[in-house]
C-alpha cells in the first residue's frame, strides 16, 4: 500500500502511480546507457504475427529480451540480430528501477529485462497488454524521456474507456495491482525538438519477465 504523502505521486488508475519528475538529473547517465546498449544490440523495427513492422524501434538490455517475430512475442536470452546474449542491464538502470519502485510501494524490485523502445516522429503504440511475462505480482515501471506522447490507459478490455496522460521527460509510471494487466497504448509521436534526444521519445521498460 502506498501512502500518498509524496507530493509528486499520483494514482491515474488503480495500481498505477504516476511519478512526475522522477529521474532528477540521472537523464543524462540514462541516455548515456542508451546509446552504449544500441551501439551493442542496435534499435529495430520488429515484425509482428500478423507481419506488420512495428513504428516503434526497440532493443533490450539484461538476463532475456523481448522480442516479436511471425511466431509470436516471446522472451529470448539472445538478440536474433547477433546470436549474442543482450547486453547486461546496466547498474543505473537497475538501480533507478528499484528506487522508483520503492517509491511507488513495491520494495526489493529486481528487474530481470529492460525492453527500450525509440519512437521517431509517426510511430506509435496501439492498445495492448503486457503478458508475455511469468509473474504478474511484478510491477512495471516506465520511464519516458525526450519528445512527449499521449498515453492511453484502459481498463480490462481493448475498448471501453481510457484515460489519457500526456507523458513528458523524465516521467515514470509504476503499473502494479490491477493495473498491470490493464490495455494501454500511446499515441502517434509529433514532430519536435527535446534538447537531450533531438526528434526522439526513448521509453525504458522495466519488467521481472522470469
Ligand atoms: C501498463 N510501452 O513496451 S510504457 C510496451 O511508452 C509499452 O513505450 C509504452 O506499452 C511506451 O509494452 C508504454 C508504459 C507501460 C508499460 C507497460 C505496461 C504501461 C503498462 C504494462 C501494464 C500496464
Ligand atoms: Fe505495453
Known sequence: MVLFTDPELTEIAPGAVLIRN????????????????????PFRRVITPTGKAMSVEMTNCGAVGWISDRSGYRYEEDDPISGQSWPSMPDVFCNTATQLAARAGYPAYSPDTCLINKYSVGSKMGMHQDRDERDFRQPIVSVSLGLPIMFKFGGTSRTGPSVKVRLTHGDVIVFGGVSRLAFHGVGTLRAGSHPLTGACRYNLTFRVAR
Open 22 to 41: 522522477a529521474i532528477g538529473d540521472l537523464d543524462e547517465q540514462l541516455l548515456r546507457e542508451v546509446s552504449h546498449l544500441a551501439a551493442v544490440a
